[in-house]
């Protein structure tokens, strides 16, 4: 089975840091997610890539870039965290087939902006 | 706007009885439909799916119904077990956006010993 691992469970920063978030999938999937999942709103995706060095905005994008230099990572950046950004983060890979498909998530990170 | 709703934030059942889970869509061109199992501090996992081709999916005590006319599906989990105590999280895609999930807010299940 595919493994997406998130490099932190857990993560508290300043208003203003630069934050890193950082993904690995261990298998050769091309499309690969960010999630920021909050209570009551769900899951919202924020960038997507489908390939290394291509990126699609998602949902709610501000605040937020993303980095694909090589396939097996996809790292989401927060330029000057805010307290707004305080959120569950997770990433996901598609995997499967035709219509057969769907998403592999990693266990997420918790981040809190104080 | 939320194209994919779970209007139910909890459901609090007791073990051995039934769950249902209910999810309503907006857009039409949804034809692929997903659902997610989520534990607290764990990521989403995959539960399971049907596609617009059929109106029931059956995976051993997890059941979804699809009702395209109503843009309703529903999850059933038939007899519940504490262990099933989690989020539910509906996903849906078209085909002509295959890539991209739209998610509902989710549903906080809690099976009561």
């Known amino acids: 089975d595919v493994k997406v691992t998130q490099s932190s469970r857990y993560l508290v920063k300043r208003t203003g840091e630069k934050v890193f978030l950082e993904c690995v999938q261990d298998?050769?999937?091309?499309?690969m997610f960010w999630y920021r999942q909050d209570p009551g709103l769900g899951l919202r995706l924020i960038y997507f890539?489908?390939?290394?060095?291509?990126?699609e905005k998602g949902d709610i994008p501000e605040g937020y870039s993303v980095s694909r230099e090589k396939k097996e990572r996809f790292s989401l950046i927060l330029e000057s965290a805010s307290t707004n950004q305080t959120s569950m983060y997770l990433c996901?890979?598609?995997?499967?087939?035709?219509?057969?498909?769907?998403?592999?998530f990693g266990s997420g990170t918790r981040l809190t902006v104080v | 706007d939320q194209q994919v709703k779970q209007n139910s934030p909890s459901l609090s059942v007791q073990e051995g009885r039934i769950s249902i889970l209910n999810c309503d869509y907006t857009?039409?061109?949804?034809?692929?439909f997903l659902w997610y199992k989520k534990y607290p501090a764990e990521g989403p996992t995959f539960l399971i799916s049907?596609?617009?081709?059929?109106d029931k999916n059956e995976d051993g005590r997890f059941t979804v119904f699809l009702n395209k006319s109503a843009k309703h599906l529903s999850l059933h989990i038939v007899p519940s077990q504490p262990g099933d105590s989690a989020v539910y999280f509906c996903?849906?895609?078209?085909?002509?956006?295959?890539?991209?999930?739209?998610f509902g807010s989710g549903t906080k299940l809690n099976v009561k010993p």
């Open positions: 996901a890979i598609q995997t499967g087939g035709g219509r057969n498909y769907g998403y592999t």
């Open positions: 298998m050769d999937h091309e499309n």
């Open positions: 890539s489908y390939d290394v060095k291509m990126k």
């Open positions: 857009n039409s061109m949804f034809d692929y």
């Open positions: 049907i596609s617009s081709i059929k």
């Open positions: 996903a849906a895609s078209a085909l002509y956006n295959f890539n991209k999930f739209y």
